[in-house]
């Protein structure tokens, strides 16, 4: 493809050399360039894309896309075309899409946004979606998936140039509706830049990512934007209307908006909602006609996942019959609120929750299910957020019986000191600390009794532990399992 057809839409301060050039790809990491390419110069949080120019060019790139201007590259390779951008993650997301010939715009593309929920909502809306008879495509934090054919997930939403392949891919294989989690992350990178959303999602905003945006009102706005920019013209945003956040949004954007919650005055409502360790069994209400509904997931937050993919389901034509026949069929989802059954007399549950209101969701649904004790495993990352430490340290030991506080992925920081900033805001001294997660999860097995329920939060689906920068195999199932197994025989 030449040069000058990759560049349309793209904002270019100016150019050396012909857009006349036939490239033969795309590439950003300047290791992986091969001849012939374009190579886009992209600015991370650790590195800068234009410090490996020399080495795109040494590998045969026959273009670059730079934010920066240059000084004595063009010496180097002097047939090569430079173009001069005003945003490189911007122009690689617009020429990614003309790349690979903007597939969104032949599929019903769902976006799906906010602190929580945004994984088990996508396996939802995936299910109602099959039911209906379509093949999807599905982006996000545990898979990709093309229909049925599952692929290891790299980031929650992927660089541009690889969300577009994905999409390319999913379209030729006959996908005819793809659903994807767009992390803050994504859209403050413009990872989404030109992809037409029939539909986008907002679950809800809580403290998160503030080592990344610094405020809750930035980290707003990230979300915000895909609504009032990424979204085309006749699209759909289903809103939460119990969240303050999402009222606010739905007050700001300009797009259809659909709400739903559990408050008065939600366009779609549930009702009469019960909540037991088999599932839930709910009444939607929505524009005049109301509908019973029922799911094998538990919990009130599966409530509001529920309603934000039947409204997605909804906006882009699915009939109701068909989206409560998806909602029964709802599977299980790995690492959410996922049970761990290996014959003890107590209940063990595994979940994602690495937040201060999904940790809060969490107990509080554990608390609806058993008059036994509580007992809850739990950690904060490293190298995020360090706000919120003390928080999780309130809310575990409020809600609790008892605490085990515990190494999540401490990266490059201290376990100790984690640990010690999770202590700061302890409710109350019904807590020990064990940094090795392993020990602490077997501790807490040991403890359990009948009816009790133990609590394993923070890592979910991750099947590695990332310490002093490397990363080592562990899936808290597997140690669950084990422990239980341990105790079953040793009794």
Known sequence: ??????????????????????????SYDSRKVQPGQLFVALKGETSDGHRFIRSALNNGALAVIHEEELDGVDDLAPTASFIRVRDSRKALSLTSQVWYHA????MTVIGVTGTNGKTTTTYILKEILEAWGKKVGLIGTIQYMIGDAAYQATHTTPESLEFQKLLHDMLAAGCSHVVT??????????????????????TNLTRDHLDFHGTMDNYFLSKQRFFSELLERNATAVVNHDDPWGRKLAESISVNVYTYGLESGADLLASEINTSFDGLKFRISTRGRTYD??????GLPNVYNILAAAGAAAAVGVPWNVIMEGIRRSPEIRG???????????????????????????IY??????????????????????????????????????????????????PDEIIREIETGAARRNYLTEPDRKEAIKRAVLMAEKNDIVLIAGKGHEEYQEIGGKRFPFNDREVVEKSIRHLINNT
């Open 336 to 362: 959410r609120f996922e049970k761990v059954d290996a014959g003890q007399k107590f209940l063990a549950i595994i979940d994602y929750a690495h937040t201060e209101d999904a940790l809060e969701r969490l």
């Open 1 to 26: 493809m030449k040069i000058k057809e990759l560049l349309a839409g793209v904002e270019v301060i100016g150019m050396t050399g012909s857009g006349e050039l036939q490239v033969s790809g795309i």
């Open 293 to 298: 509904a029922a799911s094998p997931l538990v």
């Open 181 to 202: 989690e767009v992390s803050s992350h994504a859209l403050s990178q413009k990872r989404v830049e030109g992809t037409v959303f029939r539909v986008g999602i907002f």
């Open 103 to 106: 597939p969104s715009r032949s």
């Open 365 to 414: 649904t554990a608390r609806g299910l058993t008059k036994g004790k509580i007992i809850t495993v739990f950690g904060c990352g490293g190298d995020r957020d360090r706000g919120k430490r003390p928080r999780m340290g309130a809310i575990a030991t409020r809600l609790s019986d008892f605490v085990i506080i515990t190494s999540d992925n401490p990266r490059s920081e201290n």
